[in-house]
């Protein structure tokens, strides 16, 4: 399994399509096995749902994410985890101990400033 944390700083990022880079972690006997940044290669609407599928991401975590990307990625089947912050490997590490939960927070904006909630 690979799980994707959008990042700010090693941060887990407001907002999925404005993040620095992507945390990604592979799982193996439920349990991070290897994590790698991959540099954000831009926002653009629809781009990054199908950039991380390519990838072969399995579930994506972010603070804040627009509807239209949830849409993209449940048509790609990547579950979405959205609300957690702090630090993106506990993020990865709690998801993967069941302890993470989607807050459902979508961002109904695309001018909003860092506030997804």
């Avoid at 998801?95 to 001018?111: M, P």
Wanted: with cysteine; net charge negative; glycine share 12%.
């Amino acid at each position: 399994m690979k799980i994707a944390v959008a990042s700010i700083d090693q941060n887990v990022a407001a907002h999925f399509g404005h993040c620095e880079e992507f945390y990604i972690f592979e799982e193996c006997d439920g349990k991070i096995a290897s994590g790698k940044a991959v540099p954000n290669p831009g926002h653009k609407p629809g781009f990054l749902p199908n950039f991380l599928n390519d990838l072969g991401i399995n579930v994506i975590i972010s603070g804040g994410m627009g509807g239209a990307a949830v849409s993209i990625f449940n048509e790609h089947n990547i579950e979405v985890v959205i609300g957690p912050a702090g630090d993106v490997k506990e993020a990865a590490k709690k998801y993967l101990a069941g302890e993470l939960e989607s807050t459902g927070s979508v961002c109904h904006e695309h001018e909003h400033s860092d506030d997804c909630h």
